[in-house]
């Protein structure tokens, strides 16, 4: 009895939102199809008796504006403000309205209203902003953020803000300038920076980098002229700027995040760049990752054509009186690397030295290297030759590598067998992450073999995408929609978005199946859906079209408002309405 209590207390407390969404949806499926003026009178309908439904007001918020008709969202906005005055949400709805309908200064007095009652708050300052950003109205809104700092107190408040409109309006330096101050404030937003001035037209990239490296910036500002650089394809000039940088207590986590960031490109010059940083980033750290990073620096040095410093590297480690027994081992390991790498004839004289039993590679060296020669294996396509690379091995590393070669070969439930016996924190992050997004999807399968997924998984692990995504729909053919149909159409779609070009048309196609075949907030269709409309947002988003990936991603978060996707999801509408310019 307790129990059906309980149940029906949930439900009670459920249904109002589930009847919201249900209210919602005629509109948003009208707005979808381009009937905007029918879908403005669902959302007048449905706030007319709930004035404070925000998503029904956001409705109308589009869909007005697309018909000229803004006027009517004024009152309905006012009388929202009047049931909930102290709702965010509805105060940055009054902030666009009035700047949708060019009154700058009932805008400015509601701002300021809002300010008074938050007065340590640059929210309403940051809404003000952005209210005339939409608008192109730069000069209005670097007053209304410059005001913000004013008030507020410190260089650094609101820099963010005032950087990405600088870089909206053209001014490209100010955005550089603005972003060193945000970084200074805050150095977890440098990544972004760096994302973000990235995309600055080539003409300006020295101008840029000059602001950055000025006589007083500071190292992690410098960092982000250094990031930038390697993002323009400069490694030599990106190290000139990031070594001397490497004397304050953020070097270590630096130098590992250059390093990354020089492995993403391929020029012999970013080999030789990385292959510096991994020197200086193994001085840092303790003897069994330095020993690690100076066997990988000597393998990037050699592809970078610095023969040199590769010999440097290695002569320190031979040595090193204080360094282990095992750093003697460690020049044969980074040369076997080097073997591997190249592939081809290669990998047999690479696996001929790692069978010699007089070979001083240490046991781990060795299970690394055999791993390593395995997946150089598969890379190849040799899944047999990958499976004897791996010999005896009885590590978690190598279980998971089988269960990769299992996967390949289609038989499903040994690679499950596998990746459950490696557990979900064997290797890195980045593989683990893998095994566990691939058990997710072998999960949804549930059939023991299925050579044509293998087949196409394999394909991809090859980089044969175009093969891969007409593999994966073939096998995704076979298979019913609640038995991991969606979920590899889904990982086809991905792959068909990241191809981009003439692919785009595919993964739009397979993201409409999945969410038409997820139906409105079912749970049959699994996490599918939802990860495939966010895809599809972003897709849209990409190719520069946010007005259509808005409705998207608004029904998203109501339809699947439990979804792990959520989140993104709403981060992803931010983006996308700050994209739409308007006028």
Same mark, same amino acid.
């Given at each position: 009895?307790?129990?059906?209590?309980?149940?029906?207390?949930?439900l009670l407390i459920a249904a109002p939102s589930l009847a919201r969404a249900q209210a919602l949806s005629p509109g948003f499926e009208l707005e979808r199809?381009?009937?905007?003026?029918?879908?403005?009178?669902?959302?007048?309908?449905?706030?007319?008796?709930?004035?404070?439904?925000?998503?029904?007001?956001?409705?109308?918020?589009?869909?007005?504006?697309?018909?000229?008709?803004?006027? =009517?969202?004024?009152?309905?906005?006012?009388?929202?403000?009047?049931?909930?005055?102290?709702?965010?949400?509805?105060?940055?709805? =009054?902030?666009?309205?009035?700047?949708?309908?060019? =009154?700058?200064?009932?805008?400015?007095?509601?701002?300021?209203?809002?300010?008074?009652?938050?007065?340590?708050?640059?929210?309403?300052?940051?809404?003000?902003?952005?209210?005339?950003?939409?608008?192109?109205?730069?000069?209005?809104?670097?007053? #209304?953020?410059?005001?913000?700092?004013?008030?507020? !107190?410190?260089?650094?408040?609101?820099?963010?803000?005032?950087?990405?409109?600088?870089?909206?309006?053209?001014?490209?330096?100010?955005?550089?300038?603005?972003?060193?101050?945000?970084?200074?404030?805050?150095?977890?937003?440098?990544?972004?920076?760096?994302?973000?001035?990235?995309?600055?037209?080539?003409?300006?990239?020295?101008?840029?980098?000059?602001?950055?490296t000025g006589p007083d910036a500071r190292p992690r500002v410098r960092r982000i002229a250094a990031e930038l650089l390697l993002t323009?394809?400069?490694?030599?000039?990106?190290?000139?700027?990031?070594?001397?940088?490497?004397?304050?207590?953020?070097?270590?986590?630096?130098?590992?995040?250059?390093?990354?960031?020089?492995?993403?490109?391929?020029?012999? =010059?970013?080999?030789?760049?990385?292959?510096?940083? @991994?020197?200086?980033?193994?001085?840092? %750290?303790?003897?069994?990752?330095?020993?690690?990073?100076?066997?990988?620096?000597?393998?990037?040095?050699?592809?970078?054509?610095?023969? %040199?410093?590769?010999?440097?590297?290695?002569?320190?480690?031979?040595?090193?009186?204080?360094?282990?027994?095992?750093?003697?081992?460690?020049?044969?390991?980074?040369?076997? /690397?080097?073997?591997?790498?190249?592939?081809?004839?290669?990998?047999?004289?690479?696996?001929?030295?790692?069978?010699?039993?007089?070979?001083?590679?240490?046991?781990?060296?060795?299970?690394?290297?055999? @791993?390593?020669?395995?997946?150089?294996?598969?890379?190849?396509?040799?899944?047999?030759?990958?499976?004897?690379?791996?010999?005896?091995?009885?590590?978690?590393?190598?279980?998971?590598?089988?269960?990769?070669?299992?996967?390949?070969?289609?038989?499903?439930?040994?690679?499950?067998?596998?990746?459950?016996?490696?557990?979900?924190?064997?290797?890195?992050?980045?593989?683990?992450?893998?095994?566990?997004?691939?058990?997710?999807?072998?999960?949804?399968?549930? /059939?023991?073999?299925?050579?044509?997924?293998?087949?196409?998984? @394999?394909?991809?692990?090859?980089?044969?995408?175009?093969?891969?995504?007409?593999?994966?729909?073939?096998?995704? !053919?076979?298979?019913?929609?609640?038995?991991?149909?969606?979920? %590899?159409? @889904?990982?086809? !779609?991905?792959?068909? #978005?990241?191809?981009?070009?003439?692919?785009?048309?595919?993964?739009?196609?397979?993201?409409?199946?999945?969410?038409?075949?997820?139906?409105?907030?079912?749970?049959?269709? !699994?996490?599918?859906?939802?990860?495939?409309?966010?895809?599809?947002?972003?897709?849209?988003?990409?190719?520069?079209?946010?007005?259509?990936?808005?409705?998207?991603?608004?029904?998203?978060?109501?339809?699947?408002?439990?979804?792990?996707?959520?989140?993104?999801?709403?981060?992803?509408?931010?983006?996308?309405?700050?994209?739409?310019?308007?006028?």
């Open positions: 009895m307790k129990t059906s209590l309980k149940l029906a207390f949930l199809t381009g009937r905007y003026a029918d879908a403005a009178n669902v959302y007048l309908t449905i706030v007319r008796a709930d004035p404070i439904n925000i998503p029904a007001l956001l409705g109308l918020e589009r869909v007005l504006f697309v018909l000229n008709r803004m006027p =009517e969202l004024l009152p309905l906005v006012q009388r929202a403000r009047l049931h909930a005055p102290d709702n965010p949400a509805l105060r940055s709805l =009054e902030l666009r309205t009035y700047a949708a309908l060019n =009154e700058g200064d009932s805008l400015e007095a509601a701002a300021l209203r809002w300010a008074a009652t938050a007065p340590h708050s640059d929210a309403p300052y940051r809404e003000w902003g952005l209210a005339l950003v939409d608008h192109r109205m730069w000069d209005d809104a670097r007053r #209304a953020y410059l005001t913000g700092r004013k008030t507020l !107190g410190g260089e650094g408040t609101l820099a963010i803000e005032l950087a990405e409109l600088e870089q909206r309006a053209g001014n490209w330096e100010a955005s550089a300038r603005e972003w060193a101050r945000a970084v200074v404030r805050s150095p977890d937003g440098a990544p972004n920076a760096a994302a973000q001035l990235s995309e600055s037209p080539p003409p300006l990239h020295d101008r840029i980098v000059r602001v950055l323009w394809g400069q490694p030599a000039q990106a190290w000139s700027v990031f070594e001397p940088t490497l004397s304050d207590s953020d070097a270590q986590g630096s130098l590992r995040r250059f390093a990354d960031l020089a492995g993403t490109l391929t020029t012999p =010059e970013a080999h030789r760049v990385r292959g510096l940083a @991994l020197t200086r980033w193994a001085d840092l %750290v303790p003897w069994p990752l330095a020993a690690r990073a100076r066997a990988e620096a000597v393998r990037e040095l050699l592809e970078g054509g610095d023969r %040199v410093a590769a010999r440097g590297v290695l002569e320190r480690l031979a040595t090193d009186s204080t360094a282990p027994t095992e750093a003697h081992s460690v020049a044969q390991s980074a040369l076997l /690397q080097v073997l591997i790498a190249d592939g081809g004839a290669q990998l047999d004289v690479a696996e001929k030295q790692l069978a010699d039993p007089n070979s001083r590679l240490s046991a781990d060296d060795r299970a690394a290297l055999r @791993l390593a020669l395995a997946r150089a294996r598969i890379a190849r396509g040799q899944l047999d030759r990958a499976t004897a690379a791996l010999g005896d091995d009885s590590s978690v590393t190598a279980v998971a590598q089988r269960g990769w070669i299992a996967l390949y070969r289609g038989d499903l439930k040994d690679a499950m067998e596998s990746f459950r016996l490696a557990g979900p924190y064997a290797t890195d992050r980045a593989a683990a992450t893998d095994r566990t997004a691939m058990m997710a999807l072998l999960q949804r399968v549930q /059939q023991e073999s299925s050579p044509e997924l293998g087949a196409a998984l @394999l394909a991809l692990a090859r980089g044969d995408s175009t093969n891969a995504i007409a593999g994966l729909r073939r096998a995704a !053919g076979r298979l019913p929609v609640q038995g991991g149909r969606l979920e %590899v159409l @889904l990982l086809a !779609g991905q792959v068909a #978005a990241h191809l981009g070009g003439e692919q785009d048309v595919t993964a739009v196609a397979l993201f409409d199946e999945i969410v038409r075949a997820g139906g409105e907030g079912g749970e049959g269709g !699994g996490a599918a859906p939802p990860a495939a409309e966010l895809d599809w947002a972003r897709l849209l988003v990409h190719q520069g079209r946010s007005s259509e990936a808005i409705p998207h991603l608004e029904h998203l978060i109501l339809t699947y408002p439990s979804s792990a996707v959520v989140p993104e999801a709403r981060r992803e509408l931010e983006r996308a309405k700050g994209a739409i310019p308007k006028s």
